[in-house]
């Protein structure tokens, strides 16, 4: 499985490790622009935390509930947080469409306008 392929999949497992080394793995969105693989999430959310201790994960194809199917490759990888979140959000949004929409106005509009996400980009 390539970057693009695993861009393509509704679902993607991002799997961080906590300070002890504990794998924590959790089904996002998801989104490859041919070079990286970008995931957009919340940025108090524990994964970003997670990150910022440890650039080291690995990512699969999963579905809604974070099940990798048998056989799957699981992917090692690099993350890195990212500041700006606007080009990642119009991959997401031609990528999810409204689905994408109804999660990012809500949030939007309760915090002011401020956009309360963190985009993360794995490097495989």
Same mark, same amino acid.
Not at 8 to 22: A, I, M, Q
Not at 26 to 43: C, F, M, N, Q, R
Not at 62 to 85: N, Q, S, W
Not at 93 to 107: C, L, T
């Given at each position: =499985?390539?970057?693009?392929?695993?861009?393509?999949?509704?679902?993607?497992?991002?799997?961080?490790?906590?300070?002890?080394?504990?794998?924590?793995?959790?089904?996002?969105?998801?989104?490859?622009?041919?070079?990286? *693989?970008?995931?957009w999430t919340k940025t108090?959310?524990?994964?970003?935390?997670?990150?910022?201790?440890?650039?080291?994960?690995?990512? $699969?194809?999963?579905?809604? #509930?974070?099940?990798?199917? $048998?056989?799957?490759?699981?992917?090692?990888?690099? $993350?890195? *947080?990212?500041?700006?979140?606007?080009?990642?959000?119009? *991959? *997401?949004?031609?990528?999810?469409?409204? #689905?994408?929409?109804?999660?990012?106005?809500?949030? =939007?509009?309760?915090?002011?306008?401020?956009?309360?996400?963190?985009?993360? $980009?794995?490097?495989?």
């Amino acid at each position: =499985m390539n970057l693009d392929e695993l861009g393509r999949s509704p679902y993607v497992s991002l799997t961080t490790f906590r300070r002890d080394g504990t794998p924590v793995a959790t089904p996002v969105w998801a989104v490859s622009d041919g070079t990286e *693989l970008y995931v957009w999430t919340k940025t108090d959310s524990w994964k970003v935390k997670r990150i910022r201790n440890n650039s080291r994960v690995t990512v $699969a194809p999963c579905d809604v #509930r974070g099940r990798i199917p $048998a056989g799957a490759p699981v992917l090692e990888g690099t $993350a890195r *947080l990212l500041d700006d979140t606007g080009p990642i959000r119009v *991959l *997401l949004s031609r990528k999810y469409g409204w #689905r994408f929409w109804i999660v990012d106005w809500p949030a =939007m509009i309760a915090r002011r306008g401020k956009r309360p996400h963190t985009g993360i $980009a794995v490097k495989l």
